[in-house]
């Protein structure tokens, strides 16, 4: 085989190797205990990179989301990290409020 040849296969391996693989179908999480359900209750854009929940005792949901860890140089999101809050007013399962709890969080 060629010189040429090999170097071209090489290539060819390397790219090939180097290609992202297909993403994995995502899984729904599985409920096994029979009194629990599962649903959504937010998405984006009303909340984003989500890493931290809390629940008060009037049934408030707080989110912290991360805006600062490793963000990529064109990040369009916030320079700071937050705190979103949710309120579920008729308990449909959909929040009727969404506001911003804290700002500027590192």
């Given at each position: ?35 629990l ?50 309120i ?7 929040p ?11």
């Open positions: 085989m060629s010189r040429w040849l090999r170097t071209f296969f090489s290539f060819v391996t390397l790219l090939a190797l180097a290609a992202p693989a297909p993403a994995a179908p995502i899984e729904m999480p599985e409920v096994r205990d029979e009194r359900t599962l649903s959504l209750f937010a998405a984006e854009p009303d909340i984003v990179t989500p890493i931290g929940l809390a629940i008060d005792t009037r049934g408030r949901i707080f989110a912290l989301e991360s805006h600062t860890h490793f963000p990529k140089a064109d990040y369009p999101g916030p320079k700071h990290d937050r705190v979103k809050r949710f579920d007013a008729d308990r449909d399962g959909k009727e409020t969404i506001t911003v709890f804290a700002d500027g969080l590192h």
